[in-house]
């Protein structure tokens, strides 16, 4: 799509990736002006790249009703592991308890269609080269020569994140220790099939459909290179470990990844924010960067649309920082704990590596350890109280005057709900009643969440549009005002 000499937006996201496509759709839902800038000429990922979504991922995209998609394109299997130590998560209370295979090429391409349909405008092939922000927006300079003005500027560009760069955000963190190349190449010989742990590192050679397409994974053995590899840091790599290539040719793609570990110092400044990948970096292992960017995204894309839309002050964005901060923190600290245990093969690793597999056999670190991993135990500081506070709302099958009702369908335009079990009526929250939908229900059965076992049944649950527990009532609507003012703005005038 070509761009005018001059544009105005409400909301500017540089990088149409998952959790750029992701965020665009959670401000269309809300009826906010977004546009996507994307460097890449076409829809296209060249190659499979990352793949998986784990159970909480799913329950998101159930959220929006568009979960399905993928289900249907991918492979339902236990893909939640600790240094590829298997973490199974099918007795967890979820309706999804269990993870998705499926690579980011058709993640990217389900998200890029629902995106479409919401119709959202994607600039492509062009990306952003600089900004400046004021007071009141932010001009965002193209590569084209063109620009842009939007209210607010959202980095979804990668570690490499030039807005953050330009933002002056700090990306403090841990160098790299070891390098890996991934590659999706032909070979002329007949590979080691399967995963090998040697004293170099960890490598494996894996057939991709039925066209001779094999994916390459092996250790480099020195980091800190730069630059795109080549085909010949492929062959070196390979013979280094195997003492051949196989005769690799073609390739469709080759990248080069590290453990580098790093953490934007904030999510935002001013009227630039950063999600996904321009806001943290780690090790692939356990397969959470896409996941948790994603949940970036469904995370800051409410709130970023009450604010545009003046429902609610601008502090508002600074919850965005104070939730998913710690959460990316905690991934960088269990992938720099896998790194530990998959680095090159020696006694001593090898004997952690068993000590680690012996107790995640067990089911209470098994559970805590899957919870985390599958996003499932997530909480987010609201302060003390019920012990749903701050956690996922479970997708309960309820009871409602027109019939049967799952709680994740009231979620699918994105608006919050406050959902009420007591007495019809009961609840009266008209000064907000433009902005949050009254639900009036019953649920027969009891309250269970990962981990944490069965809770105490709450009489009513502010559920933001998130998914997350805002206020739980227990016989009373203390703190019920409070807690509608601070999420979804103060009320309206009577």
Known sequence: MLLPRSESRAVVIAGGG???????GELALAGVDVAIVE????AELTGSRAGGLHSRTIEVLDQRGIADRFLSQGQVAQ??????????ISDFPTRHNYGLALWQNHIERILADWVGELSVPIHRGCEVTGFAQDDTGV?????????LRAGYLVGCDGGRSLIRKAAGIGFPGWDPTISNLIAEVRTTGEPEWGLRHDAMGVHSFARLGDDGTVRVLVTEQQPGRTGEPTLRDLSEALVAVYGTDYGIHDPTWISRFTDMTRQAASYRKGRVLLAGDAAHVHYPAGGQGLNIGVQDAVNLGWKLAQVVKGASPESLLDTYHAERHPVAARVLRNTMAQVALLRRAEERTTALRETVSE????????KR?????????IRYDLGEGHPLLGRRMPDLDLVAA??????????????????????????????WADRVRTVEATYPGTWELPVLGTVPAPTAVLIRPDGYVAWVGEETEQGLAEALATWFGPPAAG
């Open 18 to 24: 998952p959790t750029g496509l992701t965020l665009a």
């Open 39 to 42: 460097r890449r000429a076409d």
């Open 79 to 88: 893909v939640a592991g600790f240094a590829w130590i298997p973490l199974d």
């Open 139 to 147: 001009d965002v300079e193209l590569s084209d020569g063109r620009s």
């Open 359 to 366: 107790f995640l056999g067990m089911d209470e670190p098994r």
């Open 369 to 377: 350890l899957a919870a985390m991993m599958s996003g499932l135990d």
């Open 402 to 431: 027109d019939g049967p009702l799952r709680v994740f369908t009231l979620l699918h335009r994105a608006r919050p709900v406050l959902l009420h079990f007591g007495k019809p009526g009961r609840l009266d929250i008209t000064p």
